[in-house]
């Protein structure tokens, strides 16, 4: 087995450990969160036609403080992916996505034509809560034989080119089922490290405008 296949399989293992053990994500408590028929439109009112001064007006609340108790138990498991992973052949790296970089997306999926003003699932929005990145030396990746290993295990793995306006990447989803946040995995090869990191800065710009709006409000609050 190939190293990012032995790598896919190990967060795989961790990713479905977790969702078996937090008790939050039960379907009794998400009924009304399939994550895959609920549109981001149904948790997050258009802030363009409403005045708003808290986080309450916006979104959901109920929806986002699921949200914050999914990310507050992740650490531990981070932890075991970092200690379970062979750095010597890779550069690794993962991030929990801060709060207000998650409403910021969410914002910028209501609000734009782009994003069909939020007439999206939310699993397709929130499909990074945990993300993580491996950046391998090896030009000679096989990826068809990576996206074989997906296939065989899909849907609970899916294998995406996200190859676009000067990135250069592949990306793996983990999916248990529409009751739980799916986690990415992002293929790097070293030599596209510079142009990807310029890429992730100029993507990140589309955001701005809402972390800004959101932090007055919770300074607010």
């Not at 970089?101 to 699932?121: C, D, M, N, P, V």
């Not at 990191?197 to 709006?213: N, P, V």
């Amino acid at each position: 087995m190939s190293d990012e296949k032995v790598i896919i399989n190990f967060i795989e293992k961790i990713y479905q450990q977790y969702c078996r053990n937090i008790n939050l994500w039960n379907k009794n408590e998400l009924s009304n969160y399939n994550l895959r028929s609920k549109q981001v439109k149904h948790i997050m009112n258009d802030v363009n036609k409403i005045e708003f001064s808290k986080e309450e007006d916006i979104f959901d609340f109920e929806f986002i403080n699921l949200l914050k108790l999914y990310n507050s138990h992740l650490g531990v498991f981070t932890l075991t992916l970092e200690f379970g992973l062979d750095a010597n052949k890779f550069e690794y790296g993962q991030r929990i996505k801060a709060d207000n970089s998650i409403f910021s997306k969410l914002a910028t999926y209501r609000t734009t034509e782009k994003h069909q003003y939020g007439r999206l699932a939310l699993n397709k929005c929130i499909n990074d809560l945990f993300g993580l990145r491996i950046i391998v030396n090896n030009e000679k990746i096989e990826y068809n034989i990576i996206e074989e290993y997906c296939n065989e295990h899909s849907p609970k793995l899916r294998f995406i080119n996200s190859t676009k306006d000067g990135y250069k990447a592949y990306h793996v989803y983990f999916k248990i089922d529409n009751y739980n946040f799916p986690w990415e995995l992002q293929i790097w090869e070293k030599r596209y490290e510079k142009s990807n990191r310029i890429s992730h800065a100029k993507h990140k710009q589309e955001y701005i405008k809402w972390e800004s709006i959101i932090k007055k409000i919770q300074e607010v609050e």
